[in-house]
């Protein structure tokens, strides 16, 4: 095996291994060291209805990749079948590998996803792998299923394995057995070492997840062929588990477990709405829906009680009886989609916490990169902020987006929350999207019901009174969720807020201005983004907040911004932009960025600042040389300041778009404590980034 890693081949030799697992979790860590990742299959298997690969869908969408789905496999099962019952084992092998070669010219690593195994014909395609593995030149990593096996059939399946891919003469770099009864962790492990002592292969054990085996009502419905009657916006529930209801309600009803799916007959009426109305109850388990078997329908009285519901959990109607109905329910798979968030972070975070991909790097070989992907830059953030926990306050408790924002972070550990809110509303809200947060770990406030209302509507008062603040307006301001959560960050009762997802900028950041104030020495609040490039992460600043500063305020914005920089872990090489580099131009705003960067120069001779200097000359070598020699910023910039809120926010948009860069802000700077402001247009990885990045600015006071 050479020092760089090009390849690995994931192999499973038998069905339902968890690949989509494996998978998310090699490309996350090989993502943090290259931006050029691939993902190749040589046969998938499309169905009888000519579906798409769910798992190479999944990572295609997840990391972005900008690789046609036609690029990602050879040949589907049926194309595949009949090349083989022709003997044309030459031309699939051949076809494979231009495939793969065609591939592997655009990227740095590819992850190849093996054969999904059916088990009749796991030995066939298991040596059908291993000859793919060896003429890709592929180093394969084995992934094995431990759920419903005994002990010594795991040993045999693993030795059986490794058997045909050494015979082919294939490195096998580890093993991978997923899905362990937890009990059965210490005893598999101990096994496993008495079995394969003195193998150089690297074997790593994975608990068996519940949420991760879980499937969402909507592949319960495509799987059963089931019909919705309704609940048709929550399908993307769990189910954690299967209850026939057959006993009366006095008696079901105490057996009820977390996020269980219902089966009962269609006619059971009361088994419906019992169950419709404990699931609202705070003093039983949120439920997933319910199964209605027979083929019967609820009767006409009850579905106009039904209909009358403001919500209502999936109810889905089926054909079959109800034991036939469950041995189907039994059989459902469950896999990981882009849409479902919950199940990608507990898979990267499983993965990371057992799989010990590092052993396998340092022994075959590390992943090289052409650059520094934005994937290490966010991965560092996350590390960063779980360092030193902070606590973030979200003021929108009741948008959807935040509170699946809100799993994740808590899911990765990555700080603590406080939500704001009716703690009701909030836990039915979390209960209807059927997300897996565990209020005893987050801390709700109701702003009016809060202690320290009144505390903080005095204060507000003291600091506002010269600006013509009464008590009563005090109090009737603080009623409002930003002035709450930012006089809690004022208070040190959390060390951060995060607004904006539903309210505008102005909302947000005024009460900042009026109470946190900037910090001593800090004259203007400014922001800055994040520009997540291919190869490389900028600091673009001011975007969003000071519209055409001061040449004063220029100076400020350019040696904040290298504080906050070099505070992520960016070398600060500040560049203030115009129209023209060094000497070549006059006017007056050239003007301006020049008293700018003398002004900046002055205050801190210690940074790297230069300016007026152009785009090209900043952030391209050969430009920077050609136009100003001998300057350590040319062609090295890593802070860039625009002249004016114009230039710099149609400047972000426009490489956002036409690259494809993740644009992480506006991060506000300059406040003594910190709030930032998020997009009303935000994804759930915009809130949890933004986030990350405010705990992080809460560590550097």
């Known amino acids: 095996m050479s020092e760089k890693m090009r390849s690995l081949y994931l192999t499973t030799p038998e069905p339902h291994s968890g690949k989509s697992l494996i998978s998310l979790g090699i490309l996350e860590m090989v993502s943090r060291t290259t931006q050029r990742i691939g993902v190749f299959t040589p046969i998938i298997d499309p169905g009888a209805r000519g579906e798409r690969d769910k798992k190479i869908d999944l990572l295609l969408e997840h990391f972005n990749l900008n690789i046609p789905y036609e690029d990602t496999y050879a040949f589907t099962l049926e194309e595949a079948n009949r090349l083989l019952a022709r003997q044309e084992d030459d031309t699939l092998l051949n076809h494979t590998i231009q495939k793969y070669r065609a591939l592997e010219d655009r990227c740095d690593f590819i992850l190849c996803l093996g054969t999904e195994y059916s088990q009749d014909m796991a030995l066939f395609e298991s040596n059908l792998d291993a000859e793919m593995a060896r003429n890709l030149d592929c180093p394969v990593l084995i992934l ?186 039994n059989a459902v798979r469950s896999y990981i989609t882009p849409d479902n968030p919950a199940k990608i972070e507990t898979g990267k975070k499983l993965f990371e916490k057992h799989v010990n991909m590092e052993a396998v790097f340092e022994r075959f070989g590390r992943v090289q990169s052409r650059g520094v992907p934005p994937k290490r830059f966010l991965y560092n953030l996350v590390q960063w902020a779980k360092a030193d926990k902070k606590r973030i306050v979200l003021p929108e408790s009741t948008d959807p987006r935040i509170l699946r924002a809100a799993e994740a972070l ?33 801390s709700v406030i109701d702003p009016v019901a809060s202690p320290n209302f009144e505390r903080y509507a005095q204060v507000l008062y003291e600091l506002r009174k010269h600006k013509g603040m009464t008590p009563e307006l005090a109090r009737e301001t603080m009623h409002d969720i930003s002035y709450f959560g930012t006089m809690m960050v004022y ?48 600091i673009y600043g001011d975007c969003a907040v000071v519209p055409k500063p001061t040449a004063e305020e220029l100076s400020e914005i350019a040696v904040t911004s290298a504080e906050t920089a070099k505070a992520f872990g960016i070398f600060p090489r500040v560049a203030l932009l115009s129209y023209s580099s060094g000497t070549s131009g006059s006017g007056e705003e050239v003007e301006r960025v020049r008293q700018a960067t003398e002004m900046a120069r ?78 009303r247009g935000c994804t759930v990885e915009d809130i949890i980034n933004t986030v990350a990045i405010t705990a992080v600015q809460a560590q550097h006071p």
């Open 602 to 679: 002055k205050k801190r001779p210690d940074l790297l600042i230069e300016g007026p200097i152009q785009y090209d000359a900043a952030v391209d070598e050969k430009v920077g040389k050609a136009k100003m020699p001998g300057s350590k910023v040319a062609g090295q910039a890593t802070v860039l300041i625009f002249p004016d809120l114009n230039t710099g926010n149609n400047t972000y948009k426009a490489v956002q778009r036409e690259t494809g860069a993740i644009a992480i802000g506006p991060v506000l700077q300059g406040l003594n404590k910190p709030v930032n402001d998020l997009s």
């Open 144 to 329: 094995t299923n431990a759920r419903g096996i005994s002990l010594d059939s795991l040993v045999a399946n693993i030795h059986n394995a490794v058997g045909i891919y050494h015979a082919k003469g294939c490195p096998i770099v580890g093993v991978i057995v997923n899905r362990i009864p937890p009990d059965e962790m210490p005893r598999v492990q101990r096994e496993i070492a008495t079995s394969f002592k003195g193998h150089e292969m690297v074997f790593s054990l994975i608990p068996n997840d519940e949420l991760l085996g879980s499937p969402t009502i909507r592949e319960v419905a495509e799987q059963l062929g089931a019909k919705v009657l309704y609940g048709e916006d929550k399908l993307d529930r769990l189910a954690y588990r299967y209850m026939v209801i057959a006993m009366q309600m006095q008696n079901y009803l105490a057996r009820l477990k977390p996020h269980a799916l219902l089966v009962t007959p269609g006619d059971r009426g009361e088994v419906i709405l019992s169950a419709l109305q404990a699931h609202q109850s705070t003093k039983y388990p949120p439920l997933a829906g319910l199964v209605l078997a027979t083929g019967e329908q609820p009767a006409p009285t009850v579905r106009q009680i039904l209909d009358g519901l403001p919500s209502v959990l999936p109810i889905l109607s089926v054909e079959t009886e109800t034991f036939e109905t469950v041995t189907r329910l």
């Open 410 to 442: 808590l899911e990765r550990d990555i700080v603590d929350i406080t939500l704001l809110g009716d703690s009701r509303e909030i836990e039915s809200l979390i209960n209807q999207m059927g997300l897996s947060i565990d209020l005893k770990r987050v």
């Open 491 to 538: 208070h040190g009762h959390a060390d951060g807020m995060v607004s904006g997802a539903v309210h505008t900028t102005a909302h947000t950041i005024r009460p900042a201005f009026q109470i946190i104030k900037t910090r001593p020495g800090v004259g203007i609040v400014s922001s800055v983004f994040f520009m997540c490039l291919e190869d490389r992460v900028l």
